[in-house]
């Protein structure tokens, strides 16, 4: 075989490496591209400075994905270090809670609670003054949502058919008074009862008048306590048409006949 087919042979032979020059900006367009989005999932100053280190070096320094150098430890620990604080901050935005304001209809609510807690303890002083004078018989007092309510017989306080205080009870409306006395103030409403019996009596033509005279005759004397203000009360009268009790018996008469001083929350509990 003469010397110049063996050469062209050898050519023939010999493999064409052009292609590996598009193959290299393939892959560092590839590179560039994924470096990107690795710094767009988190932004990070870091980053953002390595990112640049990189399209520097590609696309001004011109060197090549394969003459790219590795990170150091030390880019690699301060890389980490950066995206471990932002997955914390990440995992404490997840994981704090907002603390809640409580609504409207809670405050209210809890406010009613404390209300009534208040009047519990006024209930229990009265409660110890009737018990320390044995009047359990003749007075009572009741919580409800309504506010407190403290019942007083009428036999307590007046005489059949009049709507003058009994000289004999002063003292005891007197110190009745002094467990009236809050801080700040209540309002108090004191009503007159009375049972359906019609009244035969000069001064009052039917048990309307009567009831609505007993309890603002009452009201006077808890009044002339200097330590009340008067602002704060209020006399009502019912007559017959409230009753707690049957009007068909002499018991249930005399029940029905009565005095009620009623001491209003200052936060009613909401309607549902």
Same mark, same amino acid.
Request: no cysteine; charged share 30%.
């Given at each position: 075989?003469?010397? #110049?087919?063996?050469?062209?042979?050898?050519?023939?032979?010999?493999?064409?490496? +052009?292609?590996?020059?598009?193959?290299?900006?393939?892959?560092?367009?590839?590179?560039?591209? /994924?470096?990107?989005? /690795?710094?767009? $999932?988190?932004?990070?100053?870091?980053?953002?400075?390595?990112?640049?280190?990189? =399209?520097?070096?590609?696309?001004?320094?011109?060197?090549?994905?394969?003459?790219?150098?590795?990170? $150091?430890?030390?880019?690699? &620990?301060?890389?980490?270090?950066?995206? @471990?604080?932002?997955?914390? @901050?990440?995992?404490?935005?997840?994981?704090?809670?907002?603390?809640?304001?409580?609504?409207?209809?809670?405050? @209210?609510?809890?406010?009613? @609670?404390?209300?009534? %807690? %208040?009047?519990?303890?006024?209930? &229990?002083?009265?409660?110890?003054?009737?018990?320390?004078?044995?009047?359990?018989?003749?007075?009572?007092?009741?919580?409800?949502?309504?506010?407190?309510?403290?019942?007083?017989?009428?036999?307590?306080? =007046?005489?059949?058919?009049? &709507? %003058?205080?009994?000289?004999?009870?002063?003292?005891?409306?007197?110190?009745?008074?002094?467990?009236?006395?809050?801080?700040?103030?209540?309002?108090?409403?004191?009503?007159?009862?009375?049972?359906?019996?019609?009244?035969?009596? +000069?001064? /009052?033509?039917?048990?309307?008048?009567? +009831?609505?005279?007993?309890?603002?005759? /009452?009201?006077?004397?808890?009044?002339?306590?200097?330590?009340?203000?008067?602002?704060?009360? +209020?006399?009502?009268?019912?007559?017959?048409?409230?009753?707690?009790?049957?009007?068909?018996?002499? %018991?249930? #008469?005399?029940?029905?006949?009565?005095?009620?001083?009623?001491?209003?929350? #200052?936060?009613?509990?909401?309607?549902?």
């Amino acid at each position: 075989m003469s010397r #110049r087919r063996r050469r062209k042979k050898e050519e023939n032979n010999h493999i064409d490496e +052009s292609w590996l020059i598009p193959y290299a900006d393939l892959l560092t367009l590839v590179l560039a591209l /994924f470096i990107v989005l /690795f710094a767009a $999932s988190s932004v990070d100053a870091q980053k953002f400075q390595m990112l640049s280190r990189v =399209f520097n070096d590609i696309f001004i320094g011109g060197s090549g994905v394969m003459d790219y150098p590795q990170p $150091s430890p030390q880019d690699d &620990a301060s890389l980490s270090d950066g995206l @471990k604080k932002e997955d914390q @901050k990440a995992a404490a935005i997840q994981t704090t809670e907002v603390p809640t304001q409580p609504s409207d209809l809670e405050k @209210k609510i809890q406010l009613h @609670k404390l209300d009534q %807690e %208040e009047l519990k303890q006024i209930q &229990a002083k009265i409660n110890q003054y009737i018990k320390e004078n044995h009047l359990q018989v003749k007075f009572a007092t009741s919580l409800t949502d309504e506010g407190l309510l403290l019942t007083i017989r009428d036999n307590v306080l =007046f005489d059949s058919g009049k &709507a %003058e205080v009994k000289k004999s009870n002063l003292d005891v409306a007197h110190e009745l008074s002094k467990l009236l006395v809050m801080d700040p103030p209540r309002d108090i409403i004191i009503s007159g009862h009375t049972d359906n019996e019609p009244i035969h009596n +000069s001064k /009052f033509d039917s048990n309307w008048e009567l +009831s609505v005279m007993r309890a603002v005759n /009452f009201m006077k004397i808890m009044l002339e306590n200097k330590n009340l203000d008067p602002r704060w009360f +209020s006399a009502k009268g019912f007559g017959e048409f409230q009753p707690i009790a049957s009007n068909q018996t002499a %018991e249930g #008469r005399s029940k029905n006949r009565r005095v009620e001083v009623l001491i209003l929350p #200052r936060h009613n509990l909401p309607e549902q």
